[in-house]
């Protein structure tokens, strides 16, 4: 397995504001990280991957400018909400790969709640 | 485009007792990865099992196991004496053999919720 954290678990901020959320691969370089979004008693709906070093790949329907994609490091990608609204609130969960391998390790996932 | 197929939104089993959750994949790839994952009240998404298409043995991992039918696109998960902490989200999920873009992404169904009684 591997161990993935994210910070933080949860945030609740004001309409207007940007939240940051931090995702590390704990105990391996992780060439991929993915982001999910997951509304309440739905699937894993995919945003974006990212490749250490490089732009990240957006999925269509997903604003680039809105959901900015950081992936400085083999072990840390950030993933900001700028400009957050009522409808951004939802539960993003972080998946870490290896290079040449095909399992994902997911992050705890934080909560964000926008007012 | 793949997809994946869960047709139980819910199910129950007894405590000690033994369930099977399906899963049904559409691919017109013949290399490719399963994986069933375990999503508890904490929504911390677990991996349980794995399967890799070009393997014919169903893969086990101690009370879990698999039934892989690669003609039938059939994938489903068997969950043998039942506890109280299996009670979660269960997400089958696709992922093609090919690494990088869209292809090496995971695709998942929609989840079954299975509810354990003591």
């Known amino acids: 397995g591997a161990v993935v954290s994210q910070h933080p678990s949860w945030v609740i901020c004001k309409s207007g504001t940007s939240v940051k959320i931090e995702c590390r691969s704990l105990?391996?370089?992780?060439?991929?990280m993915f982001w999910y979004r997951q509304f309440p008693k739905q699937s894993l709906m995919l945003m974006a991957t990212s490749n250490e070093g490089s732009k990240a790949t957006y999925e269509q329907g997903v604003e680039k400018d809105k959901f900015l994609i950081n992936h400085a490091s083999l072990t840390l990608s950030t993933l900001t909400v700028t400009s957050a609204h009522p409808e951004d609130s939802s539960f993003y969960i972080c998946s870490v790969q290896r290079g040449g391998q095909e399992t994902q390790y997911f992050g705890p996932g934080t909560r964000l709640l926008v007012l | 485009a793949q997809t994946v197929t869960q047709s139980q939104p819910e199910m129950s089993v007894q405590e000690a007792e033994t369930v099977t959750l399906s899963c049904t994949y559409d691919t017109s790839e013949s290399d490719y990865y399963l994986f069933w994952y375990k999503q508890p009240p904490s929504r911390q998404m677990i991996l349980v099992i794995r399967?890799?298409?070009?393997?014919?043995q169903n893969a086990t991992e101690n009370r879990f196991s698999v039934n892989f039918q690669k003609a039938a696109k059939s994938f489903s998960l068997k969950i043998s004496d039942s506890q109280l902490g299996d009670a979660a989200m269960y997400f089958c999920a696709y992922r093609g053999a090919i690494y990088g873009g869209s292809q090496g992404n995971l695709i998942f169904g929609k989840g079954t919720k299975l509810s354990v009684k003591p």
């Open positions: 399967q890799e298409a070009y393997k014919q």
């Open positions: 105990d391996f370089q992780a060439t991929t």
